[in-house]
């Protein structure tokens, strides 16, 4: 049996059990198996793998995205740049931290970079990055390889470049491309938003909200009544997903 699985302290409904257990059947991968793991604490981990037999592969969710990395004996270049993993690959004992947000976003973002910019101008697309955690870690790293100018938006003056108050018309009308990747409009919450001045929205606005529950957020309903060009967190899930499995396939090659 070939096991893989989530770790994360609140597991209730997980996108990645369903994701993996259909892809397994689909696959028709009978000795394969996908289980959520509820840890109190990320110091159980050493224990989960000592114990589960045939495991292979694990997500990594929050609260231990970072948390998790003194357990590992190796990480990927691009989960080191990001400071935190989200896909563990266990391979004759040895654990390797990988973090395939960076790819989520890239396939997400890359076929758009070209349209950011209006016709005919040589002016940089230039964009504002809502929250410094995890996500937007990726985001950032991503951004600077397609050499978009961004700027990170805080509570804290000393983690971001630019803290909320800061959020005027003037900020949002020259940022014509705005990612949420914080956690505010999530379900329950779902009439929540980020706090900006949504009236200085336009058509050549483009909205990305790596919340993907609900499908769309309160975020992305202010910039389509704008007439902004709206895209959700989902098609990054899948990514992200689809770049774990290349990931934990790779080890069978
Ligand atoms: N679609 C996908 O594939 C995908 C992938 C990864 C994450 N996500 C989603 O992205 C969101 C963030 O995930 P994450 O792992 O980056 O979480 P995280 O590490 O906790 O970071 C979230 C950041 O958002 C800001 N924030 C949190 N609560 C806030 C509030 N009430 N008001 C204003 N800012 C707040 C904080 O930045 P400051 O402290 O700087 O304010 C925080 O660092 C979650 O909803 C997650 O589900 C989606």
Sequence with gaps: MQRYGLIGRHLGHSFSSEHFSKRFVKEGLKDHRYDLFELADIAELPELLRTTRGLRGLNVT???K???????????PLAA????????????GRITGHNTDVAGFRSLISPLVPTLRDPGSDIKARAL???????????AFVLRELGVRFRIVSRSRERGDLTWDLMDPTVVRVCRLIINTTPIGMFPNVEEAPPLPYAALTAKHTLIDLVYNPKETAFLKHGRSHGARII??????????????????????
């Design 81 to 92: 740049a990001g400071g935190a993993v989200n896909t563990i690959v266990i391979d004759n």
């Design 129 to 139: 990055v809502l929250g410094s955690g995890g996500a937007s870690r990726a985001v």
């Design 232 to 253: 959700g967190g989902l098609g990054m899930l899948h990514a992200q997903a689809d770049e774990a499995w290349r990931i934990w396939q790779q080890q069978d090659n």
């Design 66 to 76: 970072e948390a998790v990395i003194p357990f590992l004996d190796e990480m990927d």
């Design 62 to 64: 929050v609260p231990y």
